[in-house]
């Protein structure tokens, strides 16, 4: 094939599809989850002893390990003061294209 450009980028697709904010909100989970195993491996932390150390149980950290849903704040935060580590969650503006794609499957304009 000699075309430059096949299709749309990824990022375009699963907003056209109203698939985005999903997609977004899963890869937030599974880069959490990731810091969290990974921060585990190096400290040589079990998910015994990080259920232990959190005051929860195995199922909620294998929970959290797995980026399922029903993860609280509170067992991210719990799960970042046992492994030394600070939890930052903050709000940020929306850039206009996602208000617009938001707005859009809603089935009305940005401006509304």
């Known amino acids: 094939m000699n075309k430059k450009h096949l299709g749309s980028t990824l990022h375009s697709f699963l907003a056209a599809e109203g698939l985005l904010d999903d997609a977004v909100h899963l890869a937030r989970k599974k880069v959490i989850a990731d810091q969290i ?6 400290r040589d932390i ?4 990080m259920a232990k150390s959190m005051g929860t149980s195995r199922t909620v950290v294998y929970r959290l390990l797995k980026a399922d849903e ?4 509170d067992v991210l935060e719990r799960a970042s003061q046992v492994l030394g580590r600070d939890l930052v969650v903050k709000l940020v503006a929306r850039r206009p294209t996602q208000i617009a794609a938001r707005a859009a499957r809603r089935g009305r304009t940005a401006r509304d």
């Open 46 to 49: 079990t998910p015994s002893m």
């Open 70 to 73: 029903g993860v609280t704040l």
């Open 37 to 42: 195993a990974r921060e585990m491996k190096r």
